[in-house]
Nanobody, 126 residues
Framework: QVQLVESGGGLVQAGGSLRLSCAAS????????MGWFRQAPGKEREFVGSINWSGDRIAYADSVKGRFSISRDNAKNTVYLRMNSLKPEDTAIYYC???????????????????WGQGTQVTVSS
């Protein structure tokens, strides 16, 4: 069973950047689609972006398109979320999820993912 650990969160000023990492242990991530989601206080968890197992199909939420980018390094068993031009409304706990399979599809809903990390807090100050 894959276990996921997110890291890289923190406090940053508006306009700043962070890179989140999602490291896997237990099994290789190479046959998993990965997704990033976030949950702000009092709000439901929302889709941020996803990347398929091979890295050639990537999708983003409209709210982060052009500012965030997802990548993966299967050799390091790690998926990344690069976040640029951060805004206060990006403040949330960020989670990565994994879904087994070699499909080329994108997955936009949290119920489509089987495994989750514990999350990492991102706080953007104005």
């Amino acid at each position: 069973q894959v276990q996921l650990v997110e890291s890289g969160g923190g406090l940053v000023q508006a306009g700043g950047s962070l890179r989140l990492s999602c490291a896997a242990s237990g099994r290789t991530l190479s046959s998993y689609a990965m997704g990033w989601f976030r949950q702000a206080p009092g709000k439901e968890r929302e889709f941020v972006g996803s990347i398929n197992w091979s890295g050639d199909r990537i999708a983003y939420a409209d709210s982060v398109k052009g500012r965030f980018s997802i990548s993966r390094d299967n050799a390091k068993n790690t998926v990344y979320l690069r976040m640029n031009s951060l805004k206060p409304e990006d403040t949330a706990i960020y989670y990565c999820g994994a879904r087994g399979g070699l499909s080329g599809a994108s997955y936009y809903y949290d119920f489509e993912y089987d495994i989750w990390g514990q999350g990492t807090q991102v706080t953007v100050s104005s």
